[in-house]
């Protein structure tokens, strides 16, 4: 599973700041994706989930501000608003194979993007 992150860069607190994750793939397997985060000063954390079927869930620190939402089977976009100066951190999405159980077995991360809010 190749997967591809784009988004991400630059903004100011308050602002927004938009994150796709795509599995690129030639399979007929849905695919789960999970955003986490990490600063050069805290572990890696769980930030947002995204469920093939477009449910959601998020940690409680962004609960309010992202959202997550489903082009595909193979591809979510996790929206940050009303960004805040400790969402800085470098985002990677990992995705989760479903299905049958060649499609379970599938996971891979992508390369990540950095988020940067200025105050």
């Known amino acids: 599973v190749h997967v591809v992150e784009s988004g991400g860069g630059s903004v100011q607190a308050g602002g927004s700041l938009r994150l796709k994750c795509a599995a690129q793939v030639e399979n007929f397997c849905a695919y789960d994706m999970t955003w986490y985060r990490q600063t050069p000063e805290k572990e890696r954390e769980f930030v947002a989930y995204?469920?093939?079927?477009?449910?959601a869930d998020f940690t409680d620190s962004v609960k309010g501000r992202f959202t997550a939402s489903r082009e595909n089977t193979k591809t979510a976009v996790l929206q940050m608003d009303s960004l805040k100066a400790e969402d800085t951190a470098k985002y990677s999405c990992?995705?989760?194979?479903?299905?049958?159980?060649?499609?379970?077995?599938?996971?891979?991360w992508g390369q990540g993007t950095q988020v940067t809010v200025s105050s």
């Open positions: 990992k995705v989760k194979g479903l299905g049958n159980w060649w499609c379970n077995t599938l996971t891979a």
């Open positions: 995204s469920a093939h079927d477009g449910s």
